[in-house]
């Protein structure tokens, strides 16, 4: 089936350090979703990346959508400790599916 | 908080047990959705509904029966659960189909079936 394939699964890092998570959809996706979920609560919308070979900023995030719109990537620069959570991505497949794929998420961990 | 209310929080049940997960949204949203979260698994999308109607069913086993009774309240009614079943249940709405909207989440229904 439709998959949307997420690495890595963990990630624990230094506060200061870079973190980068990854999205790979073996299908075109017609957008790409990012979510992030703090433990013990829900997930809660980051942004939306539609066209191709877009780049967003959210302050220290960086959101890419690859130019063959399969594949995303969220960058972290000098995490802090309110970065903790789980960041899922979620690629809606396209046709005016409302079907969003999540990826597994990466859980990131950062130490003080 | 997002707008999307889900009661109760956490459930217990026996696998002989009935029981209903329940999710109001009043963001004027048309789209629900019911997810399955479980340790170690991605998202699973389970149902889907547009303006009270059911537009995608995700080979959920009938045990798991939604009810949309209008656009701003969804149930999941369950029964005969098994173990496995087990999970974190979230409901989230957008505000239509067939648009690129961000999808909001409830706090989800911690289930454990015993």
């Known amino acids: 089936g439709q998959q949307v394939m997420q690495i890595p699964q963990y990630q624990h890092v230094q506060e200061g350090e870079d973190f980068t998570t990854y999205c790979n959809s073996s299908t075109t996706l017609s957008n790409i979703q990012w979510y992030k979920q703090r433990p013990g609560g829900h997930p809660v919308f980051l942004i939306q990346?539609?066209?191709?070979?877009e780049v967003k900023k959210q302050k220290r995030l960086t959101f890419q959508f690859g130019e063959a719109k399969k594949n995303s990537s969220l960058h972290i620069t000098a995490t802090q400790t309110t970065d903790v959570g789980t960041y899922f991505c979620?690629?809606?497949?396209?046709?005016?599916?409302?079907?969003?794929?999540f990826g597994k998420g990466t859980k990131l961990t950062v130490n003080p | 908080e997002t707008g999307v209310t889900q009661t109760p929080r956490h459930l217990v049940m026996g696998m002989t047990n009935k029981k209903s997960l329940k999710c109001e949204q009043h963001l004027g949203h048309n789209a629900m959705y019911w997810y399955k979260q479980s340790a170690k698994k991605p998202l699973e999308l389970m149902f889907v509904y547009s303006l009270e109607e059911r537009v995608e069913n995700n080979s959920v086993p009938s045990r798991f029966s939604p009810e949309c009774p209008n656009s701003s309240h969804l149930f999941l009614h369950l029964h005969t659960l098994q173990p496995e079943d087990s999970a974190l249940y979230l409901c989230?709405?957008?505000?239509?189909?067939?648009?690129?909207?961000?999808?909001?989440f409830g706090q989800g229904t911690r289930l454990t079936v015993v």
């Open positions: 979620a690629g809606r497949i396209g046709g005016g599916s409302e079907k969003l794929v």
């Open positions: 990346l539609v066209k191709s070979g």
């Open positions: 989230a709405s957008s505000l239509q189909l067939g648009v690129a909207s961000e999808a909001f």
